[in-house]
């Protein structure tokens, strides 16, 4: 099992940048895959960034470009740099990782991009 608690989020301005932070339980080596989802209110849970235990990245096209995710292997720790924020990148971010096929959420952390 992992738990996972992130950190980081908040009220920011347009243009603005935040970083998330989530801290998992156990080694991240041992994990399959570690990631950053959002959902906004009334839309599906999508994918915003995701990294596998070979280093490989992918990220949404939404955000390519503005969005940087990146691992601490000796904190266990994954991080979501988060740069020239849009209104539209509102919502609630939330931490994922794989393990022995199953999934791992986070409690979520809401990021608010408003002036």
């Known amino acids: 099992q992992v738990q996972l608690v992130e950190s980081g989020g908040g009220l920011v301005q347009p243009g603005g940048s935040l970083r998330l932070s989530c801290a998992a339980s156990?080694?991240?080596?041992?994990?399959?895959?570690m990631g950053w989802y959002r959902q906004a209110p009334g839309e599906q849970r999508e994918l915003v960034a995701i990294?596998?235990?070979?280093?490989?990245?992918k990220y949404a096209d939404s955000v390519k470009g503005r969005f940087s995710i990146s691992r601490d292997n000796a904190k266990n720790t994954v991080y979501l740099q988060m740069n020239s924020l849009k209104p539209d990148d509102t919502a609630v971010y939330y931490c994922?990782?794989?393990?022995?096929?199953?999934?791992?959420w986070g409690q979520g952390t809401q990021v608010t991009v408003s002036s």
């Open positions: 156990r080694s991240i080596f041992s994990l399959n895959a």
């Open positions: 990294t596998s235990s070979g280093d490989s990245t």
């Open positions: 994922n990782a794989r393990y022995l096929e199953t999934n791992y």
